[in-house]
């Protein structure tokens, strides 16, 4: 018992990223344990981001640099963006809201070659054409970054119209708020528009493959 409280503790301290990890870590940690070590996990797709991805701990040759460029807030966040980027390739890749430790240089790292753009300013109504401007002609937008405090509603509405099957949008901070959490589970739910999404309770995975069989993962990271 005392052997599986201590591998509890520390999963969720190295989940944090900040050192002693609060109570509600450990419990969401702990209700996630099972799928986040990807025990039931029957889909070799999802196997392997969860086991190359999104609890790889191999250290890239750019973890050094992001630690420099991020500082202890935000390294952890950014290092999975970096992981992210590294596996899917993107083509084009956008951050909307404020600059959160040099994130869109920490995925630039990852694929130099890719086209992208930063949307800092989003005052007044955020629309799909504000988007357009800054992606290339007839170009879905391949990866989204949201770290909007306020404006993740609207902006998922705007990005919808430009996703494609290989578009994934990652909203930063889905549980900060009740109002966040309300409005994540409503993203969960809408089977129509959307593919699988992933709850990695600091940020929030969007897909939108409509070739795989859809569900909604709960895990850490």
Known sequence: MLGATLFLFMFAENSSGLGMPSLQRIYVTMCRLRQSLGFGVHSPYIYALQTDVFRERRPYYAYRAIDRLSGPRYARVNKLLFRLVNHLHPACIVEVGPDMGGSLQCMSMARAQACLRAVRECAGHFTT???????????????????????????????????????????????????????????????????????????????????????NYRMMF
Not at 137 to 154: G, I, K, M, Q, S
Not at 191 to 214: E, H, K, M, Q, S
């Open 129 to 215: 054409a504000m988007l357009e401007q800054v992606l290339p002609p007839d170009r879905p937008l391949d990866f989204l970054y949201v770290t909007h405090p306020c404006a993740y509603a609207e902006i998922y509405e705007a990005a919808l119209p430009l996703s494609g099957p290989r578009s994934v949008f990652v909203f930063k901070g889905i549980h900060a708020s009740r109002k966040r959490s309300a409005w994540w589970r409503t993203v969960e739910e809408d089977a129509a528009r959307t593919g699988i999404t992933f709850d990695l309770y600091d940020v929030g995975l969007v897909c939108f493959d409509r070739g795989r069989p859809r569900r």
